[in-house]
């Protein structure tokens, strides 16, 4: 099995350091690279196409949300936000970036490490506390109407496929959702990859987003 290829961006060289020692701890992952802003974080994943990116957010010349977005647009590279301020707003922006995972730089290497694989698996990364922050922040009142086209969207999946979905959104992870829905973890598996597939989303970051775009949880 080839190795997860890493690219570090922090504009912190002993951030940088620190994190590059906990990542080479494992095997099975590589650190391809670093940058010190969001500018040649972006140019240095179109070069090296690795499979998941460390984001730091403030930085000089391009921040990391802004980068974010770009990778996320323009790449197959997954995006890990790895920031010291735990900010709504900096979770909010970031998932909408296009980010697949968001954590604290305070966050122990054992939790980093499997974030990096998570990510890179295509899981995407929502703890229950992330994912109800969400909840609450997409329930506000002055969210705009449920996305027509998203509705749309949701007609092309099966009543499965749908509650999945649902309960996806709820912050359930798949063992949890098998347990509610009577199904194995690996029927879960399936019909969360089907579901992702058929309405355009990258991961279940991107799906718990889109469930709550189109007012499929109140």
């Excluded at 500018?39 to 921040?63: H, K, S």
């Excluded at 647009?73 to 709504?88: A, G, I, S």
């Excluded at 347990?179 to 598996?189: G, I, N, Q, R």
């Amino acid at each position: 099995m080839s190795k997860i290829s890493v690219v570090i961006c922090d504009d912190q060289p002993l951030i940088v350091s620190s994190l590059k020692l906990i990542l080479e701890t494992d095997p099975q992952i590589s650190v391809v690279g670093t940058a010190e802003n969001g500018e040649q974080g972006v140019a240095l994943v179109t070069e090296l196409n690795p499979r998941v990116v460390l984001m730091d957010i403030q930085m000089p010349q391009l921040d990391g949300i802004a980068a974010t977005s770009r990778i996320s647009r323009d790449t197959d590279t997954k995006v890990v936000v790895l920031t010291t301020f735990n900010r709504d707003d900096y979770l909010f922006d970031a998932l909408d970036a296009g980010a697949s995972g968001f954590l604290l730089k305070n966050t122990d290497p054992e939790t980093l490490i499997t974030a990096v694989h998570q990510v890179a698996a295509g899981h995407g990364l929502l703890s229950p506390e992330v994912t109800l922050k969400l909840i609450r922040h997409r329930s506000a009142p002055a969210e705009a109407a449920p996305d027509a086209d998203g509705q749309d969207l949701l007609s092309a999946l099966t009543e499965r496929e749908l509650q999945v979905l649902t309960e996806l959104a709820k912050g359930k992870n798949n063992q949890e959702i098998a347990a509610v829905l009577s199904l194995s973890e690996a029927t879960v598996k399936t019909h969360l990859s089907n579901l992702l597939a058929k309405l355009h989303l990258r991961d279940r970051v991107q799906g718990v987003l889109f469930a709550h775009r189109v007012g499929l949880i109140q």
